[in-house]
């Protein structure tokens, strides 16, 4: 199975995409691990955010550019 980045997947799919249990995938919800969007009594979860979970390094990696970047301009704003 591949998890489309834009794709919106109910808890259901998500925990056969990562293959844990249910009671995982709602610890991970519950902690904030996984950000999740609350439809109705249901939880609705981005591929991107599963695909972040399967490769936190690739994500950490995009953050500390994005800082990087935001840093700089707020040192020329200030100045």
């Excluded at 997947?9 to 995409?17: D, F, K, P, V, W």
């Excluded at 994500?59 to 704003?77: A, P, T």
Aim: charged share 30%; net charge positive; glycine share 8%.
């Amino acid at each position: 199975m591949e998890i489309r980045p834009n794709e919106v997947y109910t808890t259901q799919e998500a925990r056969q995409l990562l293959k844990v249990s249910p009671s995982t995938v709602t610890r991970l919800i519950k902690k904030g691990i996984i950000r999740t969007a609350k439809v109705g009594k249901q939880y609705r979860i981005l591929g991107k955010e599963l695909l972040r979970i399967l490769s936190p390094t690739l994500e950490d990696g995009v953050g500390k550019v994005y800082n990087k970047g935001r840093s700089w301009l707020h040192q020329d704003i200030d100045k």
